[in-house]
């Protein structure tokens, strides 16, 4: 079992910069993959970035050159940095860890960007 909590999110305008933090109740150290994905309202959810226990990344197009994951193993931690915000950028963000063959997600956390 794991246990994720999001923090980060909040009101910011086009342009800005807001960084997530997901806090893992174990150490990530050997998780398969951690990342980041959003649902806008009438949406589905969608890939944001990830990042693999090999140090690898993937980005969705859409955010590539403005967001970065980052992990650290020392705090048990994945962040998701982002600038350049655009109002399409508005949504709930979960964390997603994925270990052993299971999912594990976040609550969520509100990202909202105004025009």
């Known amino acids: 079992q794991v246990q994720l909590v999001e923090s980060g999110g909040g009101l910011v305008q086009a342009g800005g910069s807001l960084r997530l933090s997901c806090a893992a109740s174990?150490?990530?150290?050997?998780?398969?993959?951690m990342g980041w994905y959003r649902q806008a309202p009438g949406k589905q959810r969608e890939l944001v970035a990830r990042l693999t226990s090999g140090m690898i990344t993937q980005y969705a197009d859409s955010v590539k050159g403005r967001f970065t994951i980052s992990r650290d193993t020392a705090k048990n931690t994945v962040d998701l940095q982002m600038n350049t915000l655009k109002p399409e950028d508005t949504a709930l963000y979960y964390c997603?860890?994925?270990?052993?063959?299971?999912?594990?997600w976040g609550q969520g956390t509100q990202v909202t960007v105004s025009s």
């Open positions: 174990r150490s990530i150290f050997r998780l398969n993959v």
């Open positions: 997603h860890v994925h270990v052993a063959a299971a999912d594990y």
